[in-house]
């Protein structure tokens, strides 16, 4: 088999000295467990047809044989080694051996490097990408030519039996010649999963069939390991620290004393426990106590009381200051308003986002902790205070300044006994209206921050995203003098909060300690939690039927859907991964017919590639100003590694029928060759998006076109036998609307 080591049940062996000694002699790039699929269980439909999907659901997946595989990358080109992943005893059967398949370039390009870790080319992974390999395979089979028409035909998420990967869905049509005298050419159509990280995943095999399909599944495995999560993940400031009104995130607050236990289906006993998992399933969070709703907005008198107190905006002095507000809706109908005001500052070494001044319990009276606690951390007043960072992005590339694991601990300076906590309501009144803050007994004094880890989550409407995991710590004692004597100090303060942080999107999941807690690891319950339900794009997206003008698509929308008032379709003749689509279902609203989570594109041309994509929206009123605002989900919510540059929409693929659409690409590279009966004609794969296959002509004098007929009409594979009478041959690409090229002949 061309692609899998694994083909059925049975293993390709390259046995004794002839195997290449230099697996054995060196480490591999890579090396990762698979799994076998046993194909006599039910095979997912997700596995047996992938094209036309955003979401793949193969967790139900068995496996039949553990094998260990080895990836090396070697100037003579690429290897793959599998071997049983089960030590055979020494007075044991003895089984399938180490199986070798190495890939090299005729050429000495990097073409075998493109197959076997494809993961390390960007631009092969954009949605729509294409390319053509030609190669020389050595296996158990002997050595023969490899041809490989590849294209990146979907991205999205492949729930494995291991877990949730973000992946593309690369196709390809493999052509291979097992050589002079050994029979017609062996075509195979495979579709195979890539992470950015970790490569291939998983793939599925089988013969092709006349059109594009493929006829059965003869091979299929997946990666049996649990793989590590986001840890290459970064975070860009512009990803972050996003303008106002640029999103809008609801979330459920299960309420004070909520055990963590309850919160994954692991039952993680403590915080620390959370912590250390690779990945984290809130997705039964589904309730709370109260609703979360979050936006963010200027700095303005009608969103908040405080506007112009000390850490907002006084007098208009710091427009470039944000306000992210959260209204809590408790199941009584009560609301609560909590506020943070941030400002960017871009410094020689870092850009820092410091958190100015905000509110808790806006506008209610009561305690410290109950009532309204406004805090600043400016000197708009003209009292100088100890600045507090909120996020720092200490790294730098050509894509900007961001953040990720291993980055120092980003903290304050310790307070000294600073007035920066009042006790008012909305700037009026109170008993004891300033209160100060330091360190006291193990208390230090100071806020600060630290990027834990990458991972994935999942979350209550059934959404994973890659994230990392954030901690920031309050540890400070607060007095009711300014002297700070002991005498007067009212409370302690060591508050961990847990941020689950996704590129652009924001926070996805928050996890809050009690007011005073010995640690941040030992902890067994939270006093707050915010586990985003939405706004998100739908959780998939599919194909579900096409006519020569017409596109149909279907939606998951997630599982939880009460703030999702509509939704837009985009489409367009490329992907969205190059550039905006070119329509859209608000400008071109006469094209698209909704019915619930379907819709159908009209007024398509025959024959033509679409690729598009579905996102939510929701319309959310500001309790404090009483606006009405239509936010939009993301429309590129992917983020493979974490990396701007493979920021990517979850969108489908899909073609009209009909249509004239005709190859624009010569075919090159022919060859004759005598075969058993016969002779094999082979060409080099064409790329064209029109493409169904190949059409090969013959001719007793090619004096003129008029004197060729056609000897067989191919499906996309590059070789054919036949015993034509004929001395003369030509092979053009086959479209919809007729052949494409003929070089010479014009045609």
Not at 23 to 40: F, G, I, N
Not at 41 to 61: F, M, N, Q, Y
Not at 553 to 575: C, E, M, N, Q
Request: proline letters at 6%.
């Amino acid at each position: 088999m061309a692609v899998l080591a694994i083909v059925g049940a049975s293993i390709l062996i390259l046995h004794g000295p002839d195997a290449r000694a230099t697996a054995a002699d060196r480490q591999p790039a890579r090396q990762v467990r698979l799994e076998t699929v046993d194909l006599s269980a039910p095979i997912p439909e997700d596995l047996r047809s992938p094209e036309g999907k955003t979401r793949w659901d193969l967790i139900a997946l068995r496996g039949k044989e553990s094998v260990v595989r080895d990836l090396y990358d070697g100037l003579d080109g690429a290897l793959i080694a599998d071997q049983p992943a089960a030590p055979v005893p020494a007075d044991g059967p003895r089984g399938p051996g180490r199986a070798h398949h190495l890939y090299t370039d005729p050429t000495g390009g990097d073409a075998a490097r493109r197959w076997v870790f494809p993961e390390r080319f960007s631009e092969l992974l954009r949605p729509g990408a294409r390319a053509a390999l030609d190669l020389v395979l050595e296996d158990a089979e002997g050595a023969g030519r490899l041809h490989i028409e590849m294209e990146t035909v979907g991205i999205g998420w492949a729930l494995l039996p291991s877990g949730p990967r973000e992946v593309i869905l690369q196709r390809a049509l493999l052509s291979r010649d097992a050589g002079h005298d050994r029979g017609s050419a062996q075509e195979e159509l495979v579709h195979r999963f890539v992470d950015r990280r970790a490569g291939v995943v998983a793939e599925v095999a089988g013969p092709i069939s006349s059109g594009r399909g493929r006829l059965a599944i003869t091979g299929a495995s997946f990666v049996d390991q649990v793989l590590a999560g986001a840890a290459t993940l970064k975070i860009y400031v512009d990803q972050l620290d996003t303008p106002v009104f640029s999103g809008v995130s609801y979330g459920w607050d299960k309420g004070p004393n909520t055990s963590i236990a309850s919160l994954t289906p692991q039952g993680y006993a403590t915080m620390g426990d959370l912590i250390a998992a690779d990945t984290w399933d809130f997705s039964g969070d589904t309730s709370g106590g109260a609703e979360d709703a979050s936006t963010g907005v200027s700095v303005t008198a009608a969103e908040t009381c405080n506007a112009n107190r000390c850490g907002y905006n006084p007098n208009g002095a710091h427009p470039g200051r944000i306000m992210s507000r959260e209204d809590i809706t408790n199941t009584s109908g009560a609301l609560n308003k909590t506020n943070a005001v941030t400002e960017r500052e871009t410094r020689a070494a870092d850009v820092t986002v410091w958190l100015r001044g905000g509110a808790q319990n806006e506008g209610a009276s009561g305690g410290f902790g109950t009532g309204e606690s406004r805090f600043c951390y400016a000197n708009d007043d003209g009292v100088n205070r100890t600045p507090v960072p909120i996020w720092r992005f200490p790294n730098q590339d050509a894509l900007g300044w961001y953040m990720q694991p291993g980055d120092p601990v980003w903290t304050s300076g310790a307070f000294s006994c600073e007035q920066n906590i009042f006790n008012t309501v909305c700037g009026a009144g109170g008993i004891i209206p300033q209160i100060w803050s330091k360190a006291c007994g193990t208390h230090t004094g100071t806020q600060s921050g630290q990027v834990l880890k990458g991972g994935v989550v999942t979350l209550p409407s059934g959404h994973t995203f890659n994230a990392l995991l954030v901690k920031t710590v309050a540890d400070f004692c607060v007095y009711a003098a300014s002297g700070c004597s002991s005498l007067f100090k009212v409370d302690e303060v060591r508050t961990f909060v847990y941020l689950w942080q996704v590129p652009v999107i924001g926070t996805v999941a928050r996890l809050t300690s009690g007011q005073n807690v010995a640690d941040g690891t030992s902890l067994t319950t939270v006093a707050g939690t915010d586990f985003i339900f939405g706004l998100f794009p739908p959780l998939g997206i599919t194909v579900t039927g096409a006519t020569d003008t017409t596109v149909s698509l279907s939606w998951d929308p997630g599982r939880d859907t009460h703030r999702i008032s509509g939704y837009k379709v985009y489409w367009g003749t490329a992907s969205g991964s190059g550039g905006p689509y070119a329509f859209d279902s608000a400008r071109n609203p006469g094209q698209v017919a909704f019915a619930g989570t379907t819709a159908t594109l009209s007024g398509l041309s025959p024959g033509t590639t679409y690729y598009a994509t579905v996102t939510s929206l929701s319309v959310y009123t500001d309790p404090s100003t009483h606006v009405a605002t239509t936010y939009e989900s993301l429309l590129y919510p992917t983020q493979v590694s974490g990396d701007p540059a493979f920021v990517y929409p979850v969108e489908v693929q899909a073609s009209t029928t009909g249509g004239t659409c005709i190859p624009a690409t010569e075919v090159t590279g022919l060859t004759v060759g005598q075969v058993s009966g016969g002779i094999q004609i082979c060409w080099n794969p064409v790329s064209d998006p029109c493409l169904l296959g190949y059409e090969v002509l013959g001719a007793a004098s090619p004096s003129a076109a008029a004197n060729f007929s056609v000897l067989a009409d191919t499906g996309p594979e590059t070789c054919w036998i036949g015993d034509p009478a004929s001395g003369y041959f030509l092979v053009a690409a086959r479209g919809t609307g007729g052949t494409g090229p003929w070089g010479a002949y014009g045609r």
